[in-house]
């Protein structure tokens, strides 16, 4: 699954595009021809704007064939690695509702291009009264877009 959007600010008139998908948890063919296809739309639908690309890969990052493809093929930046100076401790994406796992896989991503500052990057850890909102932990970045494309 992917959806996606082309955003115009309504001050400046320019223009970005959010994409957000969700890739099979069993299937790294599936997987991978997943990474391919939103590449190539990403690629066709958004030439020379910035992307915003989150999800759900089911895949730890920088581990897989699909990141690589994605990271390479739609010329994207990782914003966990890029905020390396501020960002919260790593933990497991996916919990499944048990204890979180510190420096477990990070299976949801934010990858941007087109964007000038990656200021932070976060795992939000938030639970009330020990109960999560979801099986999978928020994953979070402050970004900045380029001053051309602002």
Known sequence: MVTWVRFADSGT???????????????????????????????????????VLTGDFNAAAQSTPTYDILMSGARLTDTWRAAAERRTPLYATFHGYRPLVPNGPRIDWILTRGITTIQAAAINTFAAGNQFPSDHL???ALITFSPAQQ
């Open 138 to 140: 928020p994953v979070q």
């Open 13 to 51: 008139g320019k223009q970005f595009v959010v994409v957000n998908t969700h890739f099979d948890h069993e299937s790294e063919n599936s997987r991978v021809r997943s990474a391919e296809l939103v590449r190539d739309r990403i690629n066709a639908i958004a030439p020379g704007l910035p992307v």
